[in-house]
């Protein structure tokens, strides 16, 4: 694997990314854009993964891996002098396309597994077809890790053998709720480079939303989606609009002396007069003593 910065990238790399670089390195703050590129994957090693999960990957998938064995683009925002990471797109490898609940946290005989978690209260309804389950019934494999923020998930919907046909895309939250994102791998794909990898953007097609925070980089760096509801503002909240061209302006500005007051002269009378007096008549200026 090698790290390679887009500039000038091969055109390979350029139809792989959907041509979503040459808007990043034009936006504002915008910098590092790399993409760790990766080798195509071999023909058995998409036949061995099939026959070891019992699963045949849809067309789009194995085109894919057929492609790269994998995704990983990465791009940063620079404000002053620190370099933040920010975006970042990720798609497993062949090798990492494992079963979701395959692996347990725990040793113990007897433990609590992800299939204890099922709830067939809370099946499909016309907006949504029906949500995968733990159990058998539906066989997972993790496509992103979304950095800790939840999992995208393909999703076989009629359990083992699984079928090409029968896949979904899926993305599990962190409280372990599904949320469907689209029919097939390609359109989840495009909706990944769309979106710029921006932090957390699966939670735009979920029931609460991104955040706050995440709305202040929706607002400076717009996906190019046709969602537009993601940057509305709602009546009883408040997101900080940010101009990318002053934020990431320089910050040399020329001195501006402070303004003072005006100075009295030394020997100024201060206060409220003394007793009055008066010049004499014949204009001598002399005080007259009364």
Not at 221 to 229: F, G, R
Request: proline share 7%; net charge neutral; aromatic share 10%.
């Amino acid at each position: 694997m090698e790290e390679k910065s887009l500039s000038g990238s091969k055109p390979h790399l350029e139809k792989l990314t959907l041509g979503i670089t040459r808007i990043l390195e034009s936006s504002p703050g915008v910098t590092e854009v790399t993409i760790i590129e990766k080798a195509p994957a071999e023909r058995h090693m998409i036949s061995s993964w099939e026959q070891k999960n019992n699963c045949a990957l849809p067309e789009d998938v194995k085109n894919f891996y057929l492609m790269t064995n994998g995704f990983h683009m990465t791009w940063s925002v620079k404000l002053d002098d620190h370099t933040i990471p920010l975006g970042s797109m990720v798609i497993n490898s062949i090798s990492k396309l494992s079963q979701l609940n395959q692996s347990s946290m725990y040793s113990l005989p007897n433990a609590p597994t992800l299939a204890d978690l099922e709830d067939d209260t809370d099946e499909a309804n016309e907006d949504q077809p029906e949500k995968p389950h733990f159990d058998s019934r539906s066989v997972i494999f993790e496509l992103d890790s979304c950095n800790g923020n939840g999992k995208v998930c393909l999703v076989y919907k009629s359990g083992k053998p699984g079928l090409a046909q029968d896949t979904e895309i899926w993305f599990l939250d962190r409280a372990l709720y599904w949320h469907f994102l689209t029919d097939t791998f390609t359109a989840y794909y495009r909706l990944l480079v769309t979106h710029l990898g921006l932090p957390q953007w699966q939670y735009a097609f979920t029931s609460y939303g991104i955040s706050p925070q995440v709305k202040q980089w929706f607002n400076m760096y717009k996906p190019i989606t046709y969602n537009t509801n993601l940057l509305t503002e709602e009546t009883d909240s408040f997101v900080n609009k940010l101009d990318p061209s002053k934020v990431f302006k320089s910050k040399n500005k020329a001195l501006i002396p402070k303004k003072k007051g005006p100075v009295q002269p030394a020997g100024a009378q201060k206060g409220p007069p003394g007793p009055s007096t008066s010049k004499s008549s014949s204009g001598s200026g002399n005080p007259v003593r009364k």
